[in-house]
């Protein structure tokens, strides 16, 4: 089986929830190897994630021209194409990893790249093994990326600063607007944002705060249960003292009992089961035991695509893991992910290094306590002075007509070599 | 009660929703009042709105220092607060125009600035007719402002070309990230933006199509009644056409028999009513008839609040009805509102006029037929060229620590010289 490349060919797919610099880690990856000329040869990329590996819908980025190559640097979300699509164990799915190590091989692939979060790692983790059980000589190297900064052995991911400075900026901004207007009209504001297991999203929205009593008033992280009676008590103090309250809760807080707050059980103005979220309870919740007048908003993809407020180390970081992957790669490593780790004494500066796959995959990084203040409505100053370089710097993209120039692309798959894969 | 200044006092006040851009107005009242020297004596601002002046509460802006006024101009929402507050008629409410008058005399105020929609103009009118029924001279001069854009008399108002810059990069944005995945994950995604009873802010999500097929796929107006089995069909078509389906909806929509979709009839997880919003009611529409994947976005405040993604030209529009006022003002004009007129044959060029407020007042422009595309889901290619300009360039705004350096003044009050208002 073993066919073994003169230049190092490389495959790089994405999976799992795209961000606003995604595209950027694969613009470094493509970068990267042109650049290393005699050193790498082509650099395919699966449509969809995995789906299009196993699928051999592969993109040669060979194609792409320099025009396009520029946008995808600035472009938000998968230019390629993600996917949610979890393989299994190679004994519980050995077709499916026979198929790609059959891709791999009928397109001389030397060194696989998967950029994800902490499935994906796992994913690339026993693709790495499968391969070595085979015979087949493979590099495969875990790319960092998830906006929930949950992935275990990195300082942060690229996708989280991003999503941080949104989230900072829009509360700063809905706080304003809050403040003008609350002597006549709304006093709560509540701004949901995502993180189904972690906080970290939700802690970004105290960075816009100067000093301690400034929006937002309240933050709902899942790390701490979510009491109704607390809540609503902190709310009507803050509203009295302050004349309103901002709140910003994640989307994944649960009760005493762990049942998720989002779970509505309403019908809506058709009869049908009301889709709950969070803040829409929480609404429901003030209005009815404070009656005061609020408005919530839901961020929801805004958030994660919102390349127009990237933050610059954000984005430098995910340009960073693009590189570095294909560096280590060449210098013959495998079976890690690249990391991102603070420069000791710079405020803002990152280096990028590595970390085995195995000790990655499965393992979540939670909001630290130290980073919650002690009521468990905010974050202390141990947390806003962790979190704010990674929003530190904005990174524009370019404009025209009104709009980002954003790349949209639709990009030809080469020609298939093997026949279709028909799964089971 | 004549009692003649030297020199023209101006007192503004800005009254209901805030914008991204109102302070920029403010500011270019004070800064053309300062330029003016020996013409414009002080510059006083109601704190909150109309609500300030009845109250004596008010600003004077000479105590701003320079670093102030330089963040004023880039800070959304109202620096010096708004309110929701409808005045009556003199007949009806007699006391609170006398006492307005009387706060006027007290400061030597000769000219009233009053920044606000249709209900604004059409209260400075009444101020304007009473003051001249009692003998108080008194220029009245109403500055336009409303993210609606239903605002009759003046080509656009200040306000909306940035929440309409906003939707139409966020549903570019989003749209992008729903398509990366649609293939495995999420089909269709609801936005939903601001606009009760005018669908401009929604067909302004249009404007960041290329071509006729690219997202926003449906756009849900207010001018037009929504029907549930015909939706519920182009979304069913939209998506095993192109796999994946982007709605922009108003708030404002309604069915047949004039029915909010936004009124939800259901209970939270708490057991309380349930917060509508037309978003989620979609949603539940979505999956309970198609059972596809869905995500919505609520934008509320985030829109009208995005200083961060301000259009220039909504800037530059804002800046020169504030200049505008101060110019009218001093020509002698009264009772008449600013207006923004297109320069013909310059594709995004502005100049200032003036309309009589007694021609402005309750009046409400919608969304013009022939803007709304023949199916009534989508903006035509004669409303595209129409906003277009109006989103076009960007003002970005410093940034200081990765969030933008917005202005946070608690602004001091001056010393009253009236004894306290108390209404009726």
């Known amino acids: 089986m073993i066919r073994k490349p003169d230049r190092l060919n490389i495959l790089y797919a994405q999976s799992g929830g795209v961000t606003a610099v995604i595209n950027a880690t694969a613009w470094a990856v493509i970068d990267a190897a042109r650049k ?39 472009t938000p979300a998968g230019a390629f194409g993600s996917c949610r699509f979890k393989l299994g164990t190679p004994e519980t799915d050995p077709a499916r990893y ?25 994913t690339a983790q026993k693709i790495a093994a499968f391969s070595r059980t085979e015979g087949y000589p493979l590099k495969v190297i875990g790319l960092p990326k998830t906006i929930d900064n949950d992935l275990y052995g990195t300082d942060f991911s690229p996708g989280y600063g991003s999503v941080a400075k949104y989230v900072a900026t829009s509360t700063l901004e809905a706080a304003l607007d809050v403040a003008s207007m609350s002597a006549t009209s709304t006093r709560v504001f509540i701004l949901e944002v995502m993180g189904r297991h972690a906080g970290w999203i939700a802690a970004a929205s105290a960075l816009g705060q100067r000093r301690p009593d400034d929006p937002p008033h309240l933050i709902l992280f899942p790390e701490r249960p979510f009491d109704p009676e607390d809540f609503v008590a902190r ?15 994640s989307e994944g807080i649960r009760d005493a009992t762990g049942r998720f707050i989002a779970e509505g059980s309403g019908k809506d103005a058709f009869g049908h089961a009301q889709l709950g979220g969070v803040a829409p309870a929480l609404a429901g919740l003030i209005g009815a035991r404070l009656g005061y007048k609020h408005h919530f908003a839901v961020a929801d993809y805004l958030q994660r695509a919102a390349r127009h407020l990237a933050s610059k180390t954000d984005l430098d970081g995910a340009i960073a893991v693009g590189r570095a992957a294909v560096r280590l790669a060449r210098a013959g490593r495998s079976e890690v992910m690249v990391t991102l780790e603070r420069i000791p004494g710079s405020p803002t500066g990152f280096r990028t290094g590595s970390i085995p796959l195995g000790e990655v995959a499965n393992r979540e990084r939670r909001l630290p306590d130290t980073f919650i203040r002690p009521d468990g409505y905010g974050v202390s100053a141990l947390g806003r002075r962790h979190l704010a370089p990674l929003i530190s710097g904005e990174a524009y993209p370019a404009y025209r007509s009104g709009v980002p120039d954003y790349l949209r692309l639709t990009p030809a798959e080469i020609t298939k070599r093997l026949p279709p894969f028909v799964a089971r």
Request: aromatic share 6%; net charge neutral; glycine share 14%.
């Open 235 to 249: 709310v009507r103090e803050t509203v009295e003292s302050r004349g309103y309250c901002v709140v910003v809760a």
């Open 98 to 122: 026979r198929r790609i190590l059959e891709v791999l091989e009928a397109h001389a692939i030397g060194a696989f790249f998967y950029n994800g979060g902490g499935d994906s790692q796992d």
């Open 36 to 74: 290393a000329r005699g050193g790498v040869g082509r650099v395919l990329v699966g449509r969809d994630g995995i789906v299009g590996v196993l699928e051999e819908r592969l993109i040669d980025t060979a194609k792409l021209l320099p025009a396009d190559l520029a946008r995808l640097k600035m």
